[in-house]
């Protein structure tokens, strides 16, 4: 956020309206085409705090992409699936989520910067 701030303050292109984060996560293998987000296993627990600010969530399974170990029995004997979600959401709640991970996960967030917030301000992207 300091660094898109200072970009801006010099007139560099880094006035964003909306930013895309790309979350891994995994369902249960027998409800992997369901919609049901109470399924949902996120790989970086902070980045659920994005989903509930967003305007725009999609889905994809990547199971064919990825090796044959990341869907397996590791979460109490259920059998799992990796997904993507892009997730889409406005810009002015950068930085409410950021004190919000903060909030959330104060051990992580002293040693080094949310993971979360981090790949969201590199996959900042403008929507038109």
Known sequence: VLEMR???DRNLPYDFEYYIIICKLYKPKNLAG???????LFTNP?????VGESELCIDYDVSAETSLDASSNWTEGVEMTP???IVV???DKLEPLIRSI???FPHSAQATPAPGAAAAAAAAAPMM
Request: charged share 45%.
């Open 6 to 8: 200072k970009a801006r």
């Open 34 to 40: 369901a919609a049901s987000n109470e399924a949902c």
């Open 46 to 50: 902070e980045e659920e705090l994005f």
């Open 83 to 85: 997904w993507r979600r």
């Open 89 to 91: 959401f406005k810009a």
């Open 102 to 104: 903060r909030d959330a």
